[in-house]
């Protein structure tokens, strides 16, 4: 079993729609959780990180929930810009200090 | 004032031959990574090292080696290249001790083996 696993979609939405991506870690001995935005042929930028009690960067929101070993991220009023590739990574610290990718999930905002 | 920077952006090399990726980062961090992300897209951890251990994924081939002369590089050296190493190789760094700090990414090498 893959360590952390996400629907690769695609999600194809319009412009101002609400969508939400999950994804979902093995280990439960998982220390840290982020949201990492790719964009085609760039490199992995990070979105936000996610924190046990959720948190918000505007139109952004993400939740942990440890006891169903899944984060989510969910974004508001859709932009073209958000157009891309969003990462799941987890860092099984201390452990071992290394941060698992999900494959992604490719997000398309159509006008 | 690039945070994590690799080179060369974009390497073509025949089959056979050996090579080298070079990455420096100027953030103080003291753990850095080499990551090999083929053309499925799936980022697959291939080191990690700090001044302390080199954590090696064990399914990564004998030909691949990094090398560290200082916390602040990373190379990543390829010897005997094959066709199936095509694909482009992200460097990324980390504050290794504090485990909610996420990893600062490079902007990638794109690998091409004719």
């Known amino acids: 079993r893959k360590e952390v696993e996400q629907d690769p979609g695609p999600f194809n939405v319009p412009e101002g729609a609400t969508v939400a991506f999950n994804c979902t870690y093995s280990?439960?001995?998982?220390?840290?959780f982020f949201w990492y935005r790719q964009d085609c042929r760039k490199e992995p930028k990070l979105l936000m990180s996610v924190y046990s009690s959720g948190n918000e960067d505007g139109r952004f929101t993400a939740q942990l929930n440890r006891a169903s070993q899944y984060i989510s991220l969910l974004i508001r009023d859709s932009k073209l810009s958000d157009s891309a590739t969003y990462l799941c990574?987890?860092?099984?610290?201390?452990?071992?200090?290394?941060?698992?990718f999900g494959t992604g999930t490719s997000l398309t905002v159509i006008p | 004032d690039t945070a994590v920077s690799q080179t060369p952006k974009y390497l073509v090399t025949q089959m056979g031959n050996d090579k080298s990726i070079k990455c420096e980062q100027n953030l103080g961090h003291d753990t850095m990574y080499w990551y090999k992300q083929d053309s499925k897209k799936f980022l697959k951890i291939m080191f990690s090292?700090?001044?302390?251990?080199?954590?090696i994924n064990e399914t990564v081939p004998n030909r691949f080696s990094p090398k560290s002369p200082d916390k602040a590089h990373l190379n990543l050296h390829i010897n005997s290249l094959e066709l199936g190493d095509s694909a482009v190789y992200f460097c990324a760094s980390s504050l290794g001790d504090i485990s909610n700090q996420p990893q600062h990414f490079g902007d990638g090498t794109r690998l091409s083996i004719l």
């Open positions: 090292y700090n001044n302390k251990e080199l954590i």
């Open positions: 990574v987890v860092n099984m610290y201390p452990t071992g200090n290394q941060f698992y």
């Open positions: 280990n439960s001995a998982s220390q840290s």
